[in-house]
């Protein structure tokens, strides 16, 4: 009876089989017809992304890696007047002869020396007390460094504070705590949010800060987590 089972349903499937590929062969012959009266614009279509491809890398090769060589060297030699004092010509973006950090930020966007041209300049704005050219330009800079980012974020903050954004400036210290595994980078940057903190008579956000110190970083602290907290019960 088993084989009897079996047996009936063997041309069932094997009806179901061949129509299986008879659906496939018209499928087959449909794309065939397609392809062959396509044939043009899709040789078209395949032809621009070859070039679109080749012409990709042709950029990376001869207009990209040129123009962060030239890019570097700009920025270093803004790092080179840095070093030497010369805050006006690091900063330069007055002539093309002098660049400095502003003209190597502008000349040669979307290379790794515009992004820390951008920084540099931000920081040096914000010694002339320009807080808002300041903030614009530390807003303009990106990496992949967290311990960079988290410093981005700690100076806009100065930068916001100065431009009477307490808040701003609050969450952007925040957002500097955080942004970096450094434990000593978050110990710094949650200090200051609990001093400003303090500063605003904010007590709570004050002390839940100062807490975290007393918690997580107490080796960085020399034990003034304590004073803080003490000096949020009187203040």
């Not at 890019?71 to 070093?83: E, F, H, M, R, V």
């Not at 034990?223 to 009187?234: L, P, Q, T």
């Amino acid at each position: 009876m088993a084989n009897e089972s079996t047996n009936s349903k063997n041309p069932l499937e094997g009806k179901e089989t061949v129509e299986f590929f008879k659906d496939l062969d018209k499928e087959a012959l449909q794309t065939e017809r397609f392809v062959e009266r396509n044939a043009k614009t899709l040789a078209t279509i395949f032809g621009v992304l070859v070039l679109g491809v080749l012409g990709y890398f042709a950029y990376q090769q001869f207009v990209i890696a040129p123009k962060n060589d030239e890019a570097t060297k700009s920025y270093l030699s803004a790092i080179n007047q840095l070093a030497t004092g010369n805050n006006v010509d690091a900063l330069g973006g007055k002539s093309a002869a002098n660049p400095g950090f502003l003209g190597t930020y502008k000349n040669f966007p979307g290379t790794d020396a515009a992004e820390l041209s951008a920084y540099n300049a931000g920081l040096l704005r914000f010694k002339e007390g320009k807080f808002q050219e300041a903030y614009n330009l530390l807003d303009e800079f990106s990496s992949d460094n967290d311990i960079l980012m988290a410093l981005k974020y700690g100076a806009m903050a100065d930068a916001a504070a100065n431009l009477n954004k307490p808040q701003e400036a609050m969450d952007l210290l925040k957002k500097a705590s955080s942004a970096s595994e450094d434990p000593y980078t978050s110990y710094y940057f949650t200090k200051k949010a609990g001093l400003l903190s303090l500063g605003l008579k904010n007590k709570e956000e004050a002390k839940k800060h100062f807490l975290l110190i007393e918690e997580k970083y107490q080796e960085y602290d020399n034990g003034m987590s304590d004073a803080y907290i003490e000096m949020v019960k009187n203040y």
